[in-house]
C-alpha cells in the first residue's frame, strides 16, 4: 500500500484531520462525562440563587440537557464516529500497526484521560462554551438519537432528579462548616440550626416538655401574697399554670404581667385573677405542628398529655389535640352536696363579628390574632372550683421557648436563668 508521501500537501491535509478528529473525539467524550454527570437539581440551584456568571452558565446548560438521554445519545454516536473514522485516515499515513499503536494512544491519552479530567474540573464552563456546538450536533444526529433516546425513556424513565434525604441534607450542611475542614464557610451555630431544623420533624412533644415534677405550678386556691408573688417573679416566667387539687389537673395558665396592678397586701385569689384558657397536646405531636400552633399567638404554653395506646386511641388523641373548645365542670362551694352544679363549655376562640368559624383563624399564618377571633379566658370571679374532663394523663408543660430550644439545639437563657445549673 502506498502512504503519503511526507510534507506534501495531501499529507498535511490528512494531519490535520487527524488532529481535528482526536480532539472532536475528545471534546465528545469530555462532555459526555462533564454534562451528563451535572444532576439537574444543582443546575437549577446555580441558575436560581449562584453567582451572576453561573447563573448564566447553569441556564444555558439546563436548556440543553433536560433532554438527557437525547443529548448522551448525541455525545456517544459523535465520540464513536470520531474514533471510528481515525484509523481510516492514519491508515493513510503510516503501516496498519503504527496506525493502531497511534489510534489507541491518541484515543486514550488525548481523547479520553485529558479531555474527560478536564471537562470535570471545568465542566460548568466548559459546557456553558460549546451548548450552541451540542444544539447543531443535536440535530444532525437527530433521526438515529431520537429513536434511541425514547426508547432509553421508556426503560429508564424520564427526569432523573435524586434529592437528598433529611439525614443526607443534615451531613451535607455539616460538610460544609468551616469546622469540617473541607473549604466551607458556615458558621458552628448556622450548622447546628440548620440541622437542628432537619431533626425537628421527628422530634414530639414528649422530647422537649418540661415534666410535671419539674414545673412550677400554682394552686387556684392560693392567695396572691407577698410570699408567693416573690416565688412567682425568683422564678422568671411570663407564664404560670394553674391546678385545681392537684399538680396534674391544670385548669389554665396565669400571665405575670396581669400581676402589675395587685398589692400583694390584699391577698387576692387566684381564682378572682383571669386566667387564660391552656392548650392540651398529645405526648406524640410533632414540635413542628406544636410551633405552628403557638406562632398563631394563640398561647405559648400548652399541657402535654400521655393518651392511652392503641391504634383507635392514638388516632382519637391526633384528632382531638389543639381543640377549639374545652369542657370545664364548674362546682360551687355554695353546693351543700358540694356536687355538680353547671357544665359549661369555654370556646378557645371568641368571636368578635359573630362568626365561630375556627378553620380561618387557624389557618392564618400571623403571629397575631386574627382580627375576628380573640383567645377565651377563663374568668373565675364566683368562687367555683374546676377540673378538666379526663382526657388522658397529664406529664409535662411545653413552650415557645422549649420548642425553640430543640430547633437551634441549644439553651436559650435570660437573665433570670441560673446559668450554673
Not at 451555630?189 to 419539674?214: F, V
Amino acid at each position: 500500500m502506498k502512504y503519503l508521501s511526507c510534507c506534501s500537501l495531501d499529507f498535511f491535509f490528512h494531519v490535520a484531520v487527524v488532529t481535528m478528529i482526536v480532539l472532536f473525539a475528545g471534546m465528545m467524550s469530555g462532555l459526555t462525562l462533564g454534562l451528563m454527570s451535572m444532576s439537574l437539581v444543582d443546575l437549577e440551584v446555580l441558575a436560581a440563587s449562584g453567582k451572576p456568571i453561573d447563573r448564566l452558565r447553569a441556564s444555558k446548560i439546563l436548556s440543553v440537557v433536560k433532554r438527557h438521554h437525547l443529548v448522551l445519545c448525541t455525545l456517544l454516536i459523535s465520540n464513536a464516529t470520531a474514533m471510528e473514522a481515525l484509523p481510516i485516515f492514519l491508515n493513510k499515513l503510516v503501516p496498519e500497526l503504527i496506525a493502531i499503536i497511534l489510534s489507541v494512544t491518541l484515543i486514550l491519552l488525548f481523547g479520553e484521560i485529558i479531555p474527560q479530567s478536564i471537562c470535570t474540573r471545568y465542566g460548568l464552563v466548559i459546557g456553558a462554551a460549546v451548548t450552541p456546538l451540542v444544539r447543531v450536533l443535536v440535530w444532525i444526529w437527530f433521526p438515529v438519537a431520537y429513536p434511541i433516546s425514547k426508547v432509553l425513556d421508556c426503560i429508564l424513565g424520564k427526569g432523573h432528579v435524586s434529592l437528598f434525604r433529611r439525614a443526607e441534607l443534615k451531613t451535607l450542611v455539616d460538610f460544609h462548616g468551616n469546622k469540617a475542614g473541607k473549604g466551607g464557610s458556615l458558621s458552628h451555630h448556622e450548622t447546628t440550626i440548620i440541622g437542628g431544623a432537619l431533626e425537628l420533624t421527628s422530634k414530639t412533644a414528649r422530647d422537649a416538655m418540661t415534666p410535671l415534677s419539674e414545673t412550677f405550678s400554682v394552686d387556684i386556691n392560693a392567695k396572691l401574697d407577698r410570699n408567693l408573688m416573690n416565688s412567682i417573679i425568683e422564678k422568671g416566667y411570663s407564664r404560670v399554670p394553674v391546678y385545681y387539687d392537684q399538680p396534674g389537673n391544670i385548669i389554665g395558665a396565669l400571665l405575670v404581667k396581669n400581676l402589675m396592678t395587685i398589692n400583694p397586701a390584699d391577698c387576692v385569689p387566684i381564682k378572682n385573677v383571669t386566667l387564660r384558657l391552656i392548650p392540651r397536646v398529645s405526648d406524640t405531636m410533632p414540635l413542628y405542628d406544636i410551633l405552628n400552633e403557638f406562632q398563631k399567638g394563640l398561647s405559648h404554653i400548652a399541657v402535654v398529655i400521655q393518651h392511652p395506646s392503641g391504634p383507635n386511641q392514638s388516632q382519637t388523641a391526633q384528632q382531638s389535640i389543639w381543640s377549639s373548645e374545652v369542657r370545664v365542670d364548674i362546682l360551687n362551694e355554695s353546693n351543700g352536696n358540694g356536687g355538680l352544679r353547671s357544665r359549661r363549655t369555654f370556646n378557645r376562640f371568641k368571636s368578635v363579628s359573630g362568626r365561630g368559624d375556627v378553620s380561618h383563624a387557624e389557618s392564618s399564618k400571623s403571629r397575631r390574632w386574627s382580627d375576628k377571633f380573640l383567645p377565651e379566658v377563663l374568668n373565675i370571679t364566683d368562687k367555683p372550683f374546676s377540673s378538666f374532663r379526663k382526657e388522658g394523663e397529664v406529664i409535662g408543660i411545653i413552650t415557645m421557648e422549649d420548642v425553640m430550644e430543640e430547633l437551634i439545639n441549644d439553651e436559650i437563657f435570660d437573665e433570670t436563668d441560673d446559668h450554673n445549673e
